[in-house]
């Protein structure tokens, strides 16, 4: 009996011995899956906590739909390219915008709640979201080794004011930010549906510093342009302000000193949002650092330093540098700087945008602002003035 007993409490020994065993392993593979998961949204938060960050679209995916079969595992490289795609991101502390368009992070629950809103109830059962791997799949296409457990690792967003939901959820790794569709609805016939997007980042990009503008004082000149009565290739800088010389008309605008705006109004202007797409696909950085300017033909005016500067609009980039400290009197005369400060002083609120020289007697255009960088009707002539001789 001695003998039994002791047999007994060894093999009940060995069993909370293996049973402990278990649980520690048990335990174990928990925490690793458990810290797996949290290694996604963990990468994604660290990647967008950046005071502000501009995404460039750089691909995007797409495959086939079709009634029977679903959607085909079988991805392609879009028919969109870098030139034709417009969209971009900005992010700033976790928080994204899309040109003036603000966004909120919502729950996957949430998220599904408010978008079955926008289908009638009968037409619910028709949407339906994509599969972890089906995420992956795209993810891994559009080259990025983050792999999801579950859809809720990613991010999704809603429109701040109306709460109208986003068709994609995003993750983020280093310089790329990937936005992949979610949500598809069955389809009577054979269709191609986007797959997901993949962005970069500008940090790789030239970035630019302040500059003093009472150093930029004089005239500028891009020595590969080829002259034409809209395009001189010359511009000259006095005080602040840039003039140009077009057609039988001097145009003024503003040389604008970003790091007086703060970052929030920044991102949410919708013209200098579009300026630092442009910028960016020039391989240049438009940040709140930066001194620039802009023109009525939408151009991007960029100082990179004192002496050389960088214009960007309609898929060209020029530079400039300049060649002296003084504007001739023959490129621009005092007597039209001085008109145009004048007519500022007279018209309180409006600010003189062109002086028209002709047989006659010039006349000055006046505009309600002439921040080409911030003010989407820049340069618009509400009124003009005659100057009498």
Not at 9 to 17: A, D, E, S, T
Request: aromatic fraction near 8%; charge should be positive.
């Amino acid at each position: 009996m001695i003998m039994i007993g002791v047999l007994f409490v060894h093999k009940l020994n060995i069993f909370f011995i293996v049973m402990l065993v278990v649980t520690l392993v048990s335990g174990c593979s928990s925490q690793k899956k458990e810290k797996a998961v949290d290694t996604v949204k963990i990468s994604t938060n660290k990647t967008l906590k950046a005071n502000s960050k501009t995404w460039i679209f750089n691909q995007g995916i797409s495959s086939k739909q079709t009634k029977k079969q679903g959607v085909s595992k079988y991805m392609t490289t879009s028919v969109v390219s870098k030139t034709d795609e417009l969209s971009s991101w900005t992010t700033s502390k976790g928080q994204f915008m899309s040109s003036s368009v603000n966004y909120k992070r919502v729950s996957l629950k949430k998220w599904k709640k408010d978008m079955l809103k926008n289908y009638i109830k009968n037409a619910q059962k028709n949407v339906h979201l994509m599969t972890v791997i089906q995420v992956n799949d795209a993810l891994k296409k559009l080259g990025s080794d983050v792999k999801i457990s579950k859809l809720s690792d990613l991010i999704f967003l809603e429109t701040k004011t109306s709460n109208m939901t986003l068709p994609e959820a995003f993750v983020a790794k280093g310089h790329h930010l990937y936005a992949i569709t979610i949500q598809y609805y069955d389809t009577s016939q054979t269709t191609s549906i986007e797959r997901g997007q993949s962005f970069t980042d500008t940090n790789t990009k030239k970035a630019t510093s302040q500059v003093s503008l009472n150093k930029l004082n004089g005239t500028w000149i891009a020595a590969e342009t080829t002259t034409s009565s809209s395009d001189t290739g010359k511009i000259m800088i006095e005080d602040g302000y840039m003039y140009q010389h077009r057609y039988n008309s001097y145009e003024r605008s503003v040389i604008q000193k970003l790091s007086s705006y703060s970052l929030i109004s920044l991102n949410q202007n919708e013209t200098y949002a579009s300026q630092k797409v442009n910028a960016a696909n020039a391989g240049y950085q438009l940040t709140q650092k930066a001194v620039a300017s802009g023109d009525s033909l939408g151009y991007l005016y960029l100082f990179i330093n004192e002496n050389k500067l960088i214009r960007i609009g309609q898929g060209t980039t020029t530079m400039y540098k300049k060649t002296s400290t003084l504007v001739a009197a023959s490129d621009l005369s005092q007597d039209d700087i001085t008109t145009f400060k004048q007519m500022d002083q007279k018209n309180p609120g409006e600010k003189a945008s062109t002086i028209t020289v002709d047989a006659s007697a010039p006349t000055v255009g006046m505009s309600n602002s002439i921040k080409y960088l911030t003010d989407a009707e820049a340069g618009q002539i509400i009124n003009n003035i005659v100057i009498s001789q």
